[in-house]
Structure formats: structure tokens, C-alpha cells
């Protein structure tokens, strides 16, 4: 390839230019595909994140319209409340979400981390229960009996809980 620009420099300098621009032009054509494909995942990722956060602010203020919703507490006869019932699976739901489209992003998880402990705290009473525990994943149930995101573990006593209510299930 050498000898070939060398040879293609001395005998004709309109071929040597040639090459090299067309060599110059492959290469700009590769990074600008880099650059776009980069650009399109921050994209993603951003609109992700967006969507992600704005499932979590309804859940929120169905919480605020409803605060018994968010405390995680049973009605006085010991069963669930038939809104809270369906407001949990919304909450558990959406940490399972929250896994799906985050998993190994560590940003995301780390930024998630919190919301998932929370959440997962309030309406563990909820999620213990058997017939809740059928409406997920067993490795979403596995993931959280492990801790969650546990290289962001933050509350060690919360992660216990979680085991050992889960883990018993699995």
C-alpha cells in the first residue's frame, strides 16, 4: 500500500491527492457514523430517563390525591384497600420498570436506587403477600431479595427487610 502512494506521488500527483482524499473522506464518513450513532443513544437515553420520571411524578400525586395510597397501610380489618390494592401494583410495577429500562446503566441505577428502596419499603406489607408476589417476574422478586442495585446500597437495614420478606418466597 505503501509503494502504491509513493509510486502513485512521484508518477502522478493528481492520483496521489485522489486517494488520499478519498482515504480522508472514508475516514470523516466513519466518525460522523460514530458521532451520530453516540448522539442517537444520548437521545434515548435522555428520553428514557424523561419517561421514566414522569410515570413516577403521576404515581406521586395519585399518592398526593390519595394519601393512604402512599403510606403502604391496611384498612382496619387487615385487607388491603381496593385502591391501595391496585395503587402498589402501580408503584411495584414501575420499580420493575425502573430494573428493565435501567439495568446495567450505572447513572440510572444509581439514581434510581433511592426511589426503589422507598418505594419498595412503603408497600413491602403489600408485595410479601403471595397472590402480589404471582403478578412479577421471579427474577425482578429475586433482584429485589438481593437488594436491588446493591453496589448503591444505602440503607442496609431496608436491604435485610427486603430479603428476608422476599427470600422466603422464592
Not at 384498612?75 to 446495567?104: H, K, Q, W
Not at 429475586?142 to 446500597?153: D, I
Request: proline share 3%; net charge negative; charged share 25%.
Amino acid at each position: 500500500m505503501l509503494e502504491a502512494l509513493t509510486r502513485a506521488a512521484t508518477d502522478s500527483p493528481l492520483e496521489f491527492w485522489s486517494i488520499i482524499a478519498n482515504a480522508l473522506t472514508a475516514v470523516l464518513a466513519l466518525a460522523a457514523i460514530l458521532v451520530s450513532v453516540w448522539a442517537f443513544t444520548r437521545q434515548i437515553h435522555s428520553e428514557h430517563y424523561g419517561e421514566i420520571d414522569k410515570i413516577y411524578f403521576d404515581l406521586l400525586k395519585e399518592a398526593v390525591t390519595h394519601p393512604i395510597y402512599g403510606q403502604g397501610m391496611r384498612a382496619v380489618e387487615g385487607a388491603f384497600d381496593p385502591g391501595y390494592d391496585a395503587y402498589a401494583f402501580m408503584v411495584v410495577n414501575f420499580v420493575e420498570t425502573i430494573l428493565d429500562r435501567c439495568s446495567g446503566r450505572k447513572a440510572l441505577e444509581e439514581t434510581w436506587q433511592p426511589i426503589i428502596e422507598l418505594e419498595i419499603n412503603k408497600h413491602l406489607d403489600w408485595l410479601s403477600q403471595p397472590q402480589n408476589q404471582l403478578k412479577f417476574k421471579k427474577g425482578f422478586l429475586a433482584f429485589l431479595a438481593a437488594g436491588a442495585f446493591r453496589r448503591f446500597e444505602r440503607s442496609a437495614d431496608l436491604n435485610a427487610r427486603m430479603r428476608e420478606a422476599l427470600a422466603a418466597r422464592l
